[in-house]
């Protein structure tokens, strides 16, 4: 996925979408908000999408038609986002194939660490992820360059992959050191991660003064190369 992972977002209520729609470009993503099932359907028909968010409930039909369309014009995952959390919603809706469900109300963070969850689960299932010149063999937790393995220590290939399932969005170093501390269990501050910053470079073999793998983005943070 290159660039701003762009999401599709239906939902009727204009003060849900609002706030959420300002919280996921916050934090990095590209946002087409659609408040009925028509304007999702011709949206679709328009621009690729890396993943959608869809409600159940619409004014002019429901989240399963569109989920079906969906399915008809790409593979993209697809989240349900309704305040029907009974429970034979939620069975349909995953019988259908969609990959998460969410409630309302809920907290933005839940849903952002879902679809993130959702988005590494589906670059995990093609097994290699490319970032710059490397490939990260997901299958074996290996890393290669120019097909010479690379040794990682656990956090330094853990790093990498932070960097690889969020292609084309500029981390801060606090959103890093949350995805170290969750995936490691062991405390990481500011400093340490610029000693792991530094090491990760160096057996990646990334040019310090013209980096491919790893971007430094002045002011905000880093973000993974093409």
């Not at 679709?44 to 004014?59: C, H, I, K, R, V």
């Not at 079906?68 to 939620?90: H, L, M, W």
């Not at 969410?102 to 670059?123: T, Y």
């Not at 990260?136 to 690379?150: C, G, L, W």
Request: charged share 25%; glycine share 8%; hydrophobic share 40%.
């Amino acid at each position: 996925m290159m660039g701003l992972l762009h999401i599709l977002f239906v939902e009727d209520d204009a003060m849900i979408a609002s706030g959420l729609v300002y919280a996921l470009e916050t934090e990095g993503y590209a946002v087409t908000h659609c408040p009925d099932a028509e304007g999702a359907l011709r949206a679709l028909e328009a621009e690729p999408f890396s993943l959608a968010l869809l409600d159940l409930s619409l004014p002019d039909g429901d989240g399963f038609s569109v989920f079906e369309r969906v399915k008809q014009v790409s593979d993209i995952p697809v989240i349900f986002v309704t305040a029907a959390d009974d429970e034979g919603n939620t069975v349909k809706g995953l019988e259908l194939g969609a990959d998460d469900y969410i409630a309302k109300p809920f907290r933005v963070r839940e849903l952002i660490a879902r679809m993130k969850a959702v988005l590494r689960r589906r670059s995990d299932a093609s097994g290699d992820i490319p970032i710059g010149d490397v490939k990260i063999d997901t299958a074996k937790a290996k890393v290669y360059r120019n097909n010479t393995e690379i040794t990682l220590t656990a956090l330094e290939y853990k790093l990498l992959l932070t960097f690889a399932h969020n292609k084309g969005q500029v981390l801060s170093r606090n959103q890093i050191l949350e995805c170290l501390w969750d995936a490691a269990g062991n405390f990481v501050n500011d400093n340490t991660l610029s000693v792991y910053m530094k090491r990760l470079r160096e057996k990646l073999g990334d040019d310090p003064q013209n980096p491919r793998i790893i971007l430094t983005v002045r002011g905000l943070g880093y973000k993974a190369g093409d």
